[in-house]
């Protein structure tokens, strides 16, 4: 029988209590969030506050409890006090009520009500709020994380600067207007390979001594730029058709009209849902709640702790079908035939001698870091590309470099993720291992960018590589390799181990490495 009954939900992982009620619609929705006299939020303050008005929240949009049939929270990831208010909110209505309790990833919460309001089906979502910046797409009933923030979410970036200038809180808004009568001045830019770190751009963005207009106009345009380059990586990388914009920050409309372009130009649709679906909401608990609830997945009045870590990747969505993964394509022979393909970042030709890799304008930046990053990473991959060699890397050989093209040879084999092999992920792992000992790491570490010849992993695209003997940049490739694994296989464990067995038997410093991927993996978002 269809599901009939509502849910109420309770969202509070950090600045906004929110409460709302979902049937087969929103029937009601309000919020009261926590303002700060100063500065940003206080995780016991704001606690207090969602304990202070929590009845008056859900006494506005709980007019008939007898229609209740299922209490939705927000159980993470977020601030533990926040979170821990508004649970014991939950299970206390629970109990009253007698229907059961469901445990909502914000996260996902986030995702669902965003298909939900624009009519999406499967997108690369970029997710962006205060505390998170993710890229995520869902595969064989789990949302992946394609990538994501090394060190602190967009929205607490913008904030933080917006602090040290004497802004108010939130931050984005005012930087936002203010951008809009600013120009561009070159700041840092740091993506690495599927991931983004903001901790850098932020400093330089403090320490600038150009106008506020300028400096806020060139924060976004940077921050932005890093977030729908990650983005269409993914895209590319999936094959997917829809770009979904989510989260807080997504209310920005510099940041919609890049991403629009973005989806635009690789023939993909670009949704954003209304404003009252893009923050943090109690809507998109209850409609989560609601959808769980109707495919039985509830949480036990014992076990419904909060998890302030809690991670999108981490929880079975069995309410939802869509892309499994494709099984290996077959070995063909490579016709020599005049094409053309088109990356994320280039496209590359083959005119039946050679191949090009041409790097393309992007439409959704500003024409000065559009420039800059061009010529600098073409320069940049040709240098490593020949360095790479030198280090016993099979790499595609060069034949001529320009200011925006690279000829080489064309290398036949078969794309990494079209053949995920132990044996394939070893040699893998073998060949990292040796770019590793050579002083170099790839940046952008994708079974996209391994190519199997004959055996051999061919390392191809070296845009993002760089020359450094540093753990860290080491640990974030093999990060980059395995969260690319966990996105698009259901073997990434064997996978793993495979690549790791490779890499320890060229390269001596493993272990090092292997911790500080770890130590990546497992950095709190909430900062």
Not at 54 to 76: N, Q
Not at 289 to 314: A, F, K, W, Y
Not at 343 to 356: K, Q, R
């Amino acid at each position: 029988m269809p599901f009939s009954g509502s849910v109420l939900g309770i969202e509070g992982t950090a600045w906004n209590l929110s409460a709302a009620v979902f049937d087969n619609e929103l029937v009601s929705l309000f919020s009261k969030p926590y303002k700060p006299a100063a500065g940003g939020i206080h995780p016991r303050e704001a606690a207090q506050h969602h304990a202070a008005v929590m009845k008056e929240v859900i006494t506005r949009v709980l007019t008939d409890p007898s229609t209740i049939s299922g209490i939705a929270y927000s159980m993470g990831p977020g601030l533990g006090p926040c979170l821990r208010s508004v649970a014991t909110a939950a299970r206390s209505l629970s109990l009253a009520l007698g229907v059961p309790l469901i445990g909502v990833n914000h996260c996902i919460a986030h995702v669902e009500i965003g298909r939900y309001a624009t009519g999406c089906d499967d997108p690369v979502v970029l997710y962006v709020s205060g505390a998170n910046t993710q890229v995520i797409g869902y595969l064989n009933s789990r949302y992946r994380v394609f990538g994501e923030t090394l060190d602190i979410g967009l929205g607490n970036a913008l904030d933080k600067f917006a602090r040290s200038k004497g802004l108010p809180h939130p931050g984005g808004p005012v930087i936002e207007e203010l951008a809009k009568s600013g120009s561009y001045i070159e700041l840092p830019y740091t993506v690495k390979g599927m991931d983004l770190a903001f901790s850098g751009l932020v400093s330089a963005a403090k320490d600038s001594i150009a106008g506020m207009e300028d400096v806020c106009c060139s924060l976004q345009e940077t921050a932005f730029a890093m977030c729908v380059e990650v983005a269409e990586r993914a895209l590319a990388h999936t094959g997917k058709e829809e770009v979904l914009l989510v989260g807080g920050v997504g209310a920005n409309t510099r940041l919609q009209e890049m991403l629009h372009v973005m989806a635009e130009d690789r023939g993909a649709t670009f949704h954003v849902p209304e404003m009252r679906y893009l923050g943090d909401n109690g809507a998109m608990i209850a409609y989560t709640g609601r959808l769980m609830l109707e495919h039985g997945c509830t949480t036990p009045i014992e076990v419904s702790h909060i998890n302030p870590s809690s991670r999108v990747d981490q929880i079975e969505v069995s309410w939802r079908t869509g892309w499994e993964s494709p099984s290996p394509l077959h070995n063909e022979p490579v016709k020599e035939i005049h094409w053309t393909a088109r990356g994320a970042e280039a496209v590359v030709g083959f005119d039946g001698t050679f191949v090009s890799k041409r790097r393309c304008s992007k439409g959704y930046r500003v024409s000065g870091l559009d420039r800059r990053l061009i010529s600098e990473r073409t320069r940049t991959e040709s240098r490593l590309i020949a360095m790479a060699r030198r280090a016993g890397v099979s790499t595609p050989v060069i034949r001529d470099i320009t200011e925006d093209t690279i000829m080489m040879e064309m290398v036949h084999g078969q794309a990494m993720k079209d053949t995920l092999t132990s044996g394939n992920a070893y040699e893998a792992g073998r060949t990292v291992g040796l770019l590793h000992s050579g002083g170099i790491v790839h940046g952008d570490l994708t079974t996209s960018n391994m190519i199997m010849r004959e055996g051999t992993c061919v390392l191809i695209d070296f845009g993002l590589a760089s020359a450094t003997t540093e753990t860290e940049p080491r640990g974030v490739d093999l990060h980059v390799f395995f969260q690319t694994l966990e996105s698009t296989t259901d073997n990434a464990s064997n996978l793993k181990e495979a690549f790791k067995a490779g890499y320890s038997s060229e390269f001596e410093g493993s272990e090092e490495v292997f911790l500080r991927e770890e130590e990546i993996l497992h950095r709190g978002r909430y900062l």
